[in-house]
């Protein structure tokens, strides 16, 4: 009788630190922070799917911005080309021109009469295949850079080319996934307003507020006197406040809504 009364009183103490030991029904407020836990719970599903989904965006608008910039890239080195073939147009046309005057004046040189004369036109004459040798000059000069310009706008046409294609397929796919992540967010959101409706309606204010503060968790388990939403010890009395009293309580140091969780090492397993 009295062996009897000592193994009971073992397994009424063992039952007090642990809930499953305990067969009793379990207190309401546990029961409306499990609910709020449920609606936590896709809370952060709804979170990362929107994390998730503004990725997507910032991609299109990325590869987008890199197109463009090959466009404009383009664009200029065509440019270049242009102005490159303008110039030695210019210098072709001042050659052919040149080259026509010193044939003309070569060949009246014979037909002058005075030395003077022929003296100034001698001296005309080389002025001229001077300019004549100057644009030549400037002719091979420019034919370099016309070769350059045109490979680099060869370059930039190619790259244009593959960053289109990049916005194509790649634009392709982003439209797809966030196809798919908007239809998987209104599940979330028909499942949080399922269980939103299952949530103390008086806890609600109190669960938006604080989950927005505290990283999407409102409500936390204590485990060895620490609240596991902030890692800070609860104080001890407090502590045993939740294993006895019906009361929801928070943690004084996260405003956490907090309840005892399930001792790891509960007493049914070593009974
Ligand atoms: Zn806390």
Request: net charge neutral; proline share 4%; hydrophobic share 35%.
């Amino acid at each position: 009788m009295t062996e009897n009364f000592t193994v009971v009183g073992i397994i009424d103490r063992m039952a007090g630190r642990g809930e499953k030991a305990f067969p009793r029904e379990e207190p309401l407020s546990r029961e409306k922070l499990k609910a709020l836990e449920e609606l936590q719970a896709v809370d952060l599903k709804i979170r990362d799917l929107s994390a998730e989904a503004e990725t997507h965006p910032a991609r299109l608008r990325q590869i987008e911005a890199e197109r463009n910039q090959a466009k404009a890239a383009l664009d200029q080195s065509r440019g270049r080309l242009a102005d490159i073939e303008r110039a030695r147009r210019q210098q072709q046309d001042l050659l052919q021109m040149e080259k026509d005057k010193v044939r003309k004046w070569e060949s009246r040189l014979n037909e002058l009469k005075t030395p003077r004369e022929y003296a100034a036109l001698a001296r005309e004459l080389d002025i001229a295949k001077k300019t004549n040798t100057t644009a030549e000059e400037e002719i091979r000069r420019l034919a370099g850079e016309h070769d350059l310009a045109k490979k680099e706008t060869a370059a930039a046409e190619q790259m244009l080319g593959e960053k289109e294609g990049v916005v194509e397929r790649e634009g392709e796919q982003i439209k797809a996934v966030l196809d798919s992540l908007q239809a998987r967010m209104a599940e979330l959101q028909s499942e949080r307003e399922r269980l939103v409706e299952k949530c103390d309606k008086a806890l609600m204010n109190r669960y938006e507020r604080v989950r927005k503060q505290r990283g999407g968790i409102a409500v936390a388990p204590v485990v060895a006197g620490t609240c596991k939403g902030c890692q800070r010890n609860i104080p001890p009395q407090m502590a045993n406040q939740l294993l006895t009293s019906d009361e929801i309580l928070t943690c004084p140091n996260c405003h956490r809504f907090i309840y005892a969780a399930d001792e790891p090492q509960a007493p049914e397993a070593t009974v």
